[in-house]
């Protein structure tokens, strides 16, 4: 009976072991993910904002009706991150494509290439804004010199014209953007059984026809997976544009996050940049799902 209860014990004491080593894991997330959406939900809910301390109290889903109904900055700044979005993560997909499959090949200085393509990848988002910034800079920037070949006005700002700073601020982050998709695809293409190549090859299939019927079937879930993130992070991009255009001009490159930003941090109405926040976070996750299910993401090839 002695042994047979401390067999009891023992047992009892190796199941809660799995709990325990978990235990910090859970608590980081209840410390960093999950009480911070709480009090985004609470707060969203909430008229709160410093300069109006008198109107503070329970505001139900005023917040939210106000932003579908009363708010059209908040549509404008979301038809412009839908568009961003689609832009950039398209360009910035096939241009990483074509690097991948380019550096793939076997050429001299293949090496010096790849490291070249892969490069503004470790650059921060700050510092690339800061490299861009001088290289539009109107007197000192590639402007004057494309104004010296006849291709520009000088004293062109492309940051500042609203018919050019859209083409301006996607060429910036396109620069940072690209390695992404190289560097995944690029380990995906390693991946690629040869004889697959060969096989076809042999059966006389060219080298499109090797491409749609082996490259891109072997990289759909690399290509899934990796537009999702993307597009996720263009989604939330506030790094490069606040600091490149700080959304203008006239609020015509202000996405969500900006305004969120502007709303909470700047205006200090912590209840609508709340709510402003949840909206961002529905779509954002209604996307991700339809988008993962459309695309069967995982499913047998």
Same mark, same amino acid.
């Given at each position: 009976?002695? &042994?047979?209860?401390?067999?009891?014990?023992?047992?009892?004491?190796?199941?809660?072991?799995?709990?325990?080593?978990?235990?910090? &894991?859970? !608590?980081?997330?209840?410390?960093?993910?999950? *009480?911070?959406?709480?009090?985004?939900?609470? *707060?969203?809910?909430?008229?709160?904002?410093?300069? @109006?301390?008198?109107?503070?109290?329970?505001?139900?889903?005023?917040?939210?009706?106000?932003?579908?109904?009363?708010?059209? !900055?908040?549509?404008?700044? +979301?038809?412009?991150?839908? @568009?961003?979005?689609?832009?950039?993560?398209? +360009?910035?997909?096939?241009?990483?494509?074509?690097?991948? /499959?380019?550096?793939?090949?076997?050429?001299?200085?293949?090496?010096? &290439?790849?490291?070249?393509?892969?490069?503004?990848?470790?650059?921060?988002?700050?510092?690339?804004?800061?490299?861009?910034?001088? +290289?539009?800079?109107? #007197?000192?920037?590639?402007? =004057?010199?494309?104004?010296?070949?006849?291709?520009?006005?000088?004293?062109?700002?492309?940051?500042?014209?609203? &018919?050019?700073?859209?083409?301006?601020?996607? $060429?910036?982050?396109?620069?940072?953007?690209?390695?992404?998709?190289?560097? !995944? $695809?690029?380990?995906?293409?390693?991946?690629?059984? @040869?004889?697959?190549?060969?096989?076809?090859?042999?059966?006389?299939?060219?080298?499109? =026809?090797?491409?749609?019927?082996?490259? +891109?079937?072997? /990289?759909?879930?690399?290509?899934?997976?990796?537009?999702?993130?993307?597009?996720?992070?263009?989604?939330?991009?506030?790094?490069?544009? *606040?600091?490149?255009?700080?959304?203008?001009?006239?609020?015509? #490159?202000?996405?969500?996050?900006l305004y969120v930003a502007a709303t909470a941090a700047q205006?200090?109405?912590?209840?609508?940049?709340?709510?402003?926040?949840?909206?961002?976070?529905?779509?954002?996750?209604?996307?991700?799902?339809?988008?993962?299910?459309?695309?069967?993401?995982?499913?047998? =090839?």
């Amino acid at each position: 009976m002695v &042994a047979l209860g401390e067999r009891k014990r023992r047992r009892r004491r190796d199941s809660r072991t799995p709990y325990l080593l978990i235990a910090p &894991a859970v !608590l980081a997330m209840l410390a960093f993910l999950v *009480y911070p959406v709480a009090s985004v939900v609470h *707060y969203s809910l909430q008229h709160r904002q410093l300069s @109006k301390p008198w109107l503070d109290g329970f505001a139900g889903l005023d917040n939210f009706a106000r932003m579908l109904t009363d708010d059209p !900055l908040f549509w404008q700044s +979301l038809g412009f991150t839908a @568009k961003w979005v689609f832009v950039e993560v398209g +360009l910035q997909f096939v241009l990483g494509l074509a690097l991948a /499959l380019i550096v793939n090949e076997t050429f001299v200085g293949r090496a010096v &290439a790849r490291a070249l393509v892969f490069s503004p990848w470790a650059v921060s988002g700050v510092l690339t804004t800061g490299i861009w910034v001088l +290289l539009y800079n109107p #007197t000192t920037g590639l402007s =004057r010199y494309l104004a010296d070949l006849g291709l520009m006005e000088y004293g062109a700002a492309p940051l500042a014209d609203p &018919a050019t700073v859209f083409s301006a601020a996607v $060429l910036a982050e396109l620069w940072r953007g690209v390695p992404f998709f190289a560097i !995944l $695809l690029l380990a995906d293409l390693q991946g690629v059984p @040869k004889d697959l190549y060969e096989a076809a090859s042999v059966d006389g299939a060219g080298r499109l =026809r090797r491409f749609a019927h082996i490259t +891109l079937p072997h /990289l759909r879930d690399t290509i899934i997976l990796a537009t999702l993130l993307r597009a996720v992070w263009e989604f939330n991009n506030v790094d490069l544009l *606040y600091t490149l255009t700080g959304g203008g001009p006239a609020h015509q #490159t202000t996405t969500l996050p900006l305004y969120v930003a502007a709303t909470a941090a700047q205006s200090h109405d912590f209840g609508y940049g709340s709510a402003l926040t949840m909206a961002g976070f529905v779509i954002l996750t209604f996307f991700s799902i339809l988008y993962l299910r459309l695309g069967r993401y995982g499913a047998q =090839r």
